[in-house]
């Protein structure tokens, strides 16, 4: 079993960055993570995943380029780097744990943390 705290989230002028951070217990190495985002009336929606390994990450077309994905195994961590951030990029985020791969399909994921605010002002 996973457990999985997310934090970093906070309020940024469009064009700033923040630097999310989900920390890890359980068996972590052994599971693909990902970062998804819920914006109030909408379904979660897929950012970034991670293979287990950190050596492949995948990005939504509306983030790449501009969010960076990464991970500590050692640490038990897994990072969301977003620069360049967009008043579109408001929204709680959430990362999850997949013990099959890294995936932009939510069900994969059977591990969720509570998720962190991110609010990008215009």
């Known amino acids: 079993q996973v457990r999985l705290v997310e934090s970093g989230g906070g309020f940024v002028q469009a064009g700033g960055s923040l630097r999310l951070s989900c920390a890890a217990s359980?068996?972590?190495?052994?599971?693909?993570m990902a970062w998804f985002r819920r914006v109030p009336g909408k379904e979660r929606e897929y950012v970034a995943a991670?293979?287990?390994?950190?050596?492949?990450?995948y990005y939504a077309d509306s983030v790449k380029g501009r969010f960076t994905m990464s991970r500590d195994n050692a640490k038990n961590m897994v990072y969301l780097q977003m620069n360049s951030l967009k008043p579109e990029d408001t929204a709680v985020y959430y990362c999850?744990?997949?013990?099959?791969?890294?995936?932009?399909?939510?069900?994969?994921?059977?591990?969720w943390g509570q998720g962190t605010r991110v609010t990008v002002s215009s």
């Open positions: 999850g744990a997949s013990y099959t791969l890294a995936t932009r399909h939510e069900d994969e994921y059977e591990y």
């Open positions: 359980g068996s972590f190495s052994d599971y693909a």
């Open positions: 991670i293979s287990w390994s950190g050596g492949a990450a």
